[in-house]
């Protein structure tokens, strides 16, 4: 370690002298284009071998530089929406030699994470909620007489989510808070040639402000034509600026509006934040930066560099479940005009891909604006369209009144394809699909599938795509087990609940294990443990939850008669989910009788790595916590 360590600092000589935000606020103006270039190649190096945000990190230096040239964390408070482009603030703030940690357990996160720097004082991984959490900060400074200040970096995609309008609505000019608007997709305001290049950049001038206030206070002390002087004055300027840039949202809310400026221009940057802390009140400063920049393949295809996985990593061709998920509904709705597809800018991400290529007129990204996306599905199929929207589970959170009041109530058939489902260690605790099969569970009508093979999925897509109600499929990140696929389905079993044994090797069973989703490989793997053990233990999957009375009945079939000890497994939580749920609905089956139940979820936590080794360890549901639950009576 400490030998790379000297190494980079050869190769990286004015990253490696900064150790903290003072650093960079006394390096000289002109090694700050070099340190820029060092730090993008720093990012490439690292991002490339440990995995995690590229493109969005490479277009955010130069603003990151002059955010923490400018202000002073941790008393100022800088947030990141969603918090992926965090990394060059990571660097900055003493964290630059944990980078070999990058996304592992115990190491650095690849989000803004308040336990671990002074200089993280929000959380983040999700979209949208960063200028809600900055107004907050911003209100609470002003409530205690504070003189900090609080920065907020959002992009034009977090700009699609409900939140942002939300806290724009509840913000006010009297505050110390800066919200910086990084467009690097999707065009906002209008910007209409050489006239309006320079008026924007006579607006972010030195002295702008101090001009504007001085030459109010002199119209308006003139006697009698004073003050409708100055009010006709500022109504040209802005027909002026009307003209030029259209309406400008942010001004008609009270709030001071800066930009467009090239974002990946540091002292630009720099000029307009120094003019925005200085005029002591709320600013939107609009920026424009490249995603990717500085690395070629990333410039060309930011969306594929977004996300990167580590280097090494095996090269496996064959399907993903969102691939494949996004394959048969192509093929469904080839067939069945009435089939659409929503997602929430997740369109790569889910699978959606050759949909919306097929099927554009029935295809709707709506943005990062998942409680949208469930009503307007819901508004699809009570106008007689069968809406299929694949949402991440961790972000399906974010609509669980709409699925309530707007799809389930109505007994509307919506289908939710739920991706990432189950822990999904890489991103950390915020992207882990741990709540979803509890919050569903309770909501009536609701059937939940849960296939671990392609096929499965197929099935339980055909029967979503017939029910009359609302349906559920939850899926995980990633491939087929290849494991799964030869002990569950090597031979012909019926119904949804697959068994490891046949029902005459059933009464010599001395445990089992009742699963679902991708932990039934740690299953299979207890067993093998436990049977050099002497003890026998089965392994049933279920491919449905819901209803979990339909459930019961065929995992009560499969029960020994005899008695036996019984584990419930799954990595989800606890309260509510598939074991309590599951238990409560078996008890009253004779085949329960004499047998010995234990639960084995996520009690009362989330699933945090604390060390470098498989998540299951980390939370207590890996094959030797198994065994040690089965074995713990004898």
């Given at each position: ?251 008609n809310l009270g709030l001071n509006y800066l930009g467009p400026v090239d974002g990946n221009d540091e002292e630009a940057v720099e000029r307009l934040l120094r003019e925005a802390k200085e005029s002591e009140q709320a600013c939107i400063i609009h920026l424009k930066t490249q995603k990717g920049k500085g690395y070629a393949p990333a410039e060309a295809d930011p969306g594929k560099y977004h996300g990167v996985a580590p280097a090494g990593r095996p090269v496996n061709n064959e399907p993903t479940f969102s691939e494949e998920m996004g394959k048969l509904l192509t093929e469904r709705a080839a067939n069945d005009g009435s089939i ?124 979503a795509l017939q029910s009359t109600g609302p349906v559920a499929i939850r899926y995980p990140n990633g491939r087929e087990n290849s494991e799964l696929c030869r002990v569950f389905y090597g031979r012909e079993q019926t119904g949804s609940v697959r068994s490891s044994y046949s029902p005459k090797e059933a009464e010599t069973l001395d445990g089992v294990i009742v699963t679902h989703g991708r932990i039934a490989s740690e299953a299979l793997a207890a067993a093998r443990l436990l049977e050099e053990k002497g003890f026998c233990t089965g392994v049933l999957l279920l491919e449905q939850l819901c209803p979990y009375a339909e459930v ?83």
């Amino acid at each position: 370690m400490e030998q790379n360590r000297d190494a980079r600092s050869l190769r990286y000589p004015r990253l490696y002298q900064i150790n903290s935000p003072e650093d960079l606020k006394a390096m000289p103006r002109e090694e700050l284009a070099p340190l820029a270039e060092e730090i993008r190649a720093f990012l490439v190096e690292r991002v490339l071998e440990n995995g995690g945000h590229l493109a969005s990190n490479l277009g955010a230096v130069e603003l990151t530089l002059a955010i923490h040239r400018v202000f002073s964390s941790p008393k100022d408070h800088i947030l990141f929406d969603v918090g992926h482009q965090s990394y060059v603030h990571k660097l900055i703030t003493g964290r630059r030699d944990r980078f070999d940690e990058l996304r592992r357990g115990g190491g650095l996160s690849g989000f803004p994470k308040r336990s671990e720097s002074e200089h993280d004082c929000f959380g983040a991984g999700h979209s949208s909620t960063s200028l809600s959490a900055a107004l907050g900060f911003a209100e609470a400074d002003r409530i205690s007489g504070s003189d900090a200040y609080t920065v907020c970096v959002f992009g034009d995609g977090a700009y699609t989510g409900g939140m942002i309008h939300e806290a724009l609505n509840n913000s006010r000019g009297k505050l110390r808070l800066i919200m910086i608007l990084n467009e690097n997709e999707m065009s906002i305001s209008k910007n209409i040639g050489r006239f309006a290049r320079e008026l924007s950049h006579l607006r972010s001038s030195e002295g702008y402000f101090r001009t504007k206030d001085v030459t109010a206070k002199i119209l308006c002390h003139i006697p009698l034509i004073g003050r409708p002087l100055f009010n006709g004055l500022r109504r040209m300027k802005n027909a002026l600026k009307s003209a030029l840039y259209g309406t400008n949202y942010f001004e008609n809310l009270g709030l001071n509006y800066l930009g467009p400026v090239d974002g990946n221009d540091e002292e630009a940057v720099e000029r307009l934040l120094r003019e925005a802390k200085e005029s002591e009140q709320a600013c939107i400063i609009h920026l424009k930066t490249q995603k990717g920049k500085g690395y070629a393949p990333a410039e060309a295809d930011p969306g594929k560099y977004h996300g990167v996985a580590p280097a090494g990593r095996p090269v496996n061709n064959e399907p993903t479940f969102s691939e494949e998920m996004g394959k048969l509904l192509t093929e469904r709705a080839a067939n069945d005009g009435s089939i659409c597809a929503i997602t929430a800018a997740m369109t790569l991400g889910t699978g959606l891909t050759p949909f919306k290529e097929t099927f554009p007129d029935r295809f709707f990204d709506v943005g990062i604006a998942e409680a949208h996306a469930v009503t307007f599905a819901a508004g699809l199929a009570a106008n007689g369209y069968r809406p299929v929207v694949a949402i991440y589970s961790s972000f399906l959170q974010r609509a669980y009144d709409n699925i309530i009041h707007d799809v389930a109530l109505q007994e509307l058939p919506v289908v939710f394809c739920i991706d990432r489902a189950g822990l999904n260690p890489s991103d950390g605790a915020t992207h882990h699909g741990m709540f979803d099969v509890a919050f569903l569970s309770e909501i009536p009508g609701l059937r939940l599938y849960t296939p671990i093979t392609h096929d499965a999925l197929s099935r339980a897509l055909d029967s979503a795509l017939q029910s009359t109600g609302p349906v559920a499929i939850r899926y995980p990140n990633g491939r087929e087990n290849s494991e799964l696929c030869r002990v569950f389905y090597g031979r012909e079993q019926t119904g949804s609940v697959r068994s490891s044994y046949s029902p005459k090797e059933a009464e010599t069973l001395d445990g089992v294990i009742v699963t679902h989703g991708r932990i039934a490989s740690e299953a299979l793997a207890a067993a093998r443990l436990l049977e050099e053990k002497g003890f026998c233990t089965g392994v049933l999957l279920l491919e449905q939850l819901c209803p979990y009375a339909e459930v019961a009945k065929e995992v009560a079939g499969l029960l020994p008669e005899k008695a036996c000890r019984i584990i419930f497994l799954e990595e989800e939580i606890y309260a509510g989910g598939m074991g309590m749920m599951l238990s409560d609905a078996l008890s009253s089956y004779p085949r329960m009788q004499g047998k010995s139940v234990h639960i084995m979820a996520l009690k009362d936590q989330f699933a945090v790595q604390e060390k470098d080794e498989p998540i299951w360890r980390s939370v207590g549901l890996d094959r030797d916590s198994i065994v040690s639950a089965m074995l713990c009576d004898r």
